[in-house]
């Protein structure tokens, strides 16, 4: 099993810049592929990005290809995602996902989640 924790989500304005990082535990962290998903108010939870575990491999929603960048360090067993460019629309609870075998982009095929991060960009 893994645990996630997310962090550094934030109130930004639109245009800028954030970092938000899902810190896990577990020893076999550097198996599972990992992915981002975002949930704006009132509306579905949707993909963002996702990471195959070797890092060999990403890929991005439309919506924020060319803005977003995933990352993984495996020795410290952490995620990233680097948000550039935001937009108001950006703005959701963010939440990374795991899963020990499956790569896709629907939530549901995800076992483990973070509890969220707020990011809310302003006009």
């Known amino acids: 099993q893994v645990q996630l924790v997310e962090s550094g989500g934030g109130l930004v304005q639109a245009g800028g810049s954030l970092r938000l990082s899902c810190a896990a535990s577990g020893r076999t962290f550097s198996s599972y592929n990992m992915a981002w998903f975002r949930r704006a108010p009132g509306k579905e939870r949707e993909f963002v990005a996702r990471i195959l575990w070797s890092g060999g491999s990403t890929s991005y929603a439309d919506s924020v290809k060319g803005r977003f960048t995933i990352s993984r360090d495996n020795f410290r067993k952490s995620l990233y995602l680097q948000m550039d460019s935001l937009k108001p629309e950006d703005t959701a609870v963010y939440y990374c996902?795991?899963?020990?075998?499956?790569?896709?982009?629907?939530?549901?095929?995800?076992?483990?989640w973070g509890q969220g991060t707020q990011v809310t960009v302003s006009s």
């Open positions: 996902a795991a899963d020990p075998s499956r790569y896709s982009i629907s939530s549901v095929m995800y076992d483990y």
